[in-house]
């Protein structure tokens, strides 16, 4: 629940009470999963989507890479352009977190030549669907390769007793919402492209300098702004923003889990303690999530509302990244005022 970020989520609220969990930061070095270097180099063999469960066979075209889930399938698509030809397996409003492979996500990955992922377990689905796809010419790259994931340490405040929760060995997977580390998954996106797809090599290089040029840049606006509001403390319903946290010297301290039907008094008795025990200055949902709960919850909290966006839903094209993360900066600055 907590670092695979199994809280609210829009329109996929789970039942339970409502423990307050302080999400306190820890580096730890855990070992990733490798993008595999054996692979054979698959550019020159770009099998259309129909050719289902047929070797791919060698043809002139493009690269067929398939990604999991929006950014990384916004990262992937920056750098390949219109050399490859760049799909997404999760469908853009559809959760990433609990999501089910189709049949059609097999047949994807059954006639890609590429296929990108967030990796630190946030793509369980993966799993059987890759098994299932049968496709020895396909080449994994694992866009977190050499970033070290944040495990969450004490909880602070629970209203009943976890379930079993613990489960996320591999640590926080919202690597994505931090602007340097996104840099390093793009990074990890073009070398796996370039090894997979030697012929487009300076393209990639070309896409993937004037994307992390403007993730720098990013990263700078993010500073400047934050730099004046130390220490910021926010509460949010969904586990996704740990790494943008310890970047820019804001804490997250508490990740809310919303029940279904009603909250207890009891739940928000708890609530209001650990908003006073953290001095909280921010509440955070998500775009798109009109919930009487929280709406109630957070004017007895004292603490107005605000969406921040964790991307896992969103537009398509590569520039989204930039204006949500944008938005996502304006919320910051205004909250922690
Ligand atoms: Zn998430």
């Given at each position: 629940m907590i670092v695979n970020c199994r809280g609210f989520r829009p329109g996929r609220q789970r039942s339970g009470i409502l423990p307050i969990v302080a999400v306190l930061m820890l580096s730890m070095a855990t070992g990733c999963s490798q993008s595999n270097p054996n692979q054979e180099k698959t550019s020159e063999q770009s099998p259309k989507v129909q050719e289902v469960g047929s070797t791919p066979s060698v043809?002139?075209?493009?690269?067929?890479?398939?990604?999991?889930?929006?950014?990384?399938?916004l990262f992937t698509k920056a750098v390949a352009g219109n050399v490859a030809d760049v799909e997404i397996l999760v469908p853009p409003g559809t959760e990433v977190h609990e999501y089910q492979a189709t049949p059609e996500n097999v047949k994807a990955i059954?006639?890609?030549?590429?296929?990108?992922?967030?990796?630190?377990?946030?793509?369980?689905?993966?799993?059987?669907?890759?098994?299932?796809?049968?496709?020895?010419?396909?080449?994994?790259?694992?866009?977190?390769?050499?970033?070290?994931?944040?495990?969450?340490i004490s909880p602070v405040v629970k209203t009943a007793p976890d379930e079993k929760d613990h489960d996320h060995l591999q640590g926080n997977p919202h690597v994505w919402l931090d602007p340097v580390l996104a840099k390093q998954q793009v990074t990890n996106i073009r070398d796996g492209l370039i090894a997979a797809d030697p012929a487009n090599k300076a393209t990639y290089e070309a896409n993937a300098t004037a994307?992390?040029?403007?993730?720098?840049?990013?990263?700078?606006?993010?500073?400047?702004?934050?730099?004046?509001?130390?220490?910021?403390?926010?509460?949010?319903?969904?586990?996704?923003?740990?790494?943008?946290?310890?970047?820019?010297?804001?804490?997250?301290?508490?990740?809310?889990?919303?029940?279904?039907?009603?909250?207890?008094?009891?739940?928000?008795?708890?609530?209001?303690?650990?908003v006073k025990k953290y001095k909280v200055k921010a509440l955070f949902s998500e775009p798109g999530v009109d919930n009487k709960l929280l709406v109630s919850l957070s004017k007895d909290l004292k603490l107005t509302l605000r969406p921040l966006d964790s991307l896992e839903t969103g537009e398509t094209a590569p520039q989204y990244y930039f204006k949500a993360m944008k938005a996502n900066l304006q919320i910051l600055d205004t909250s922690c005022k």
């Amino acid at each position: 629940m907590i670092v695979n970020c199994r809280g609210f989520r829009p329109g996929r609220q789970r039942s339970g009470i409502l423990p307050i969990v302080a999400v306190l930061m820890l580096s730890m070095a855990t070992g990733c999963s490798q993008s595999n270097p054996n692979q054979e180099k698959t550019s020159e063999q770009s099998p259309k989507v129909q050719e289902v469960g047929s070797t791919p066979s060698v043809q002139l075209g493009k690269t067929k890479v398939v990604t999991t889930f929006l950014p990384i399938y916004l990262f992937t698509k920056a750098v390949a352009g219109n050399v490859a030809d760049v799909e997404i397996l999760v469908p853009p409003g559809t959760e990433v977190h609990e999501y089910q492979a189709t049949p059609e996500n097999v047949k994807a990955i059954a006639t890609a030549n590429v296929l990108v992922k967030n990796g630190l377990g946030l793509e369980e689905f993966l799993e059987g669907t890759v098994k299932n796809a049968q496709n020895p010419k396909l080449t994994e790259i694992d866009a977190s390769i050499g970033i070290k994931p944040l495990n969450e340490i004490s909880p602070v405040v629970k209203t009943a007793p976890d379930e079993k929760d613990h489960d996320h060995l591999q640590g926080n997977p919202h690597v994505w919402l931090d602007p340097v580390l996104a840099k390093q998954q793009v990074t990890n996106i073009r070398d796996g492209l370039i090894a997979a797809d030697p012929a487009n090599k300076a393209t990639y290089e070309a896409n993937a300098t004037a994307y992390i040029k403007e993730l720098e840049s990013l990263n700078s606006e993010f500073q400047q702004t934050l730099q004046k509001n130390p220490s910021c403390t926010f509460i949010t319903f969904h586990d996704a923003f740990p790494y943008l946290a310890k970047r820019y010297n804001l804490k997250q301290v508490a990740v809310v889990e919303i029940p279904e039907d009603q909250l207890s008094p009891a739940d928000v008795q708890n609530a209001i303690s650990a908003v006073k025990k953290y001095k909280v200055k921010a509440l955070f949902s998500e775009p798109g999530v009109d919930n009487k709960l929280l709406v109630s919850l957070s004017k007895d909290l004292k603490l107005t509302l605000r969406p921040l966006d964790s991307l896992e839903t969103g537009e398509t094209a590569p520039q989204y990244y930039f204006k949500a993360m944008k938005a996502n900066l304006q919320i910051l600055d205004t909250s922690c005022k």
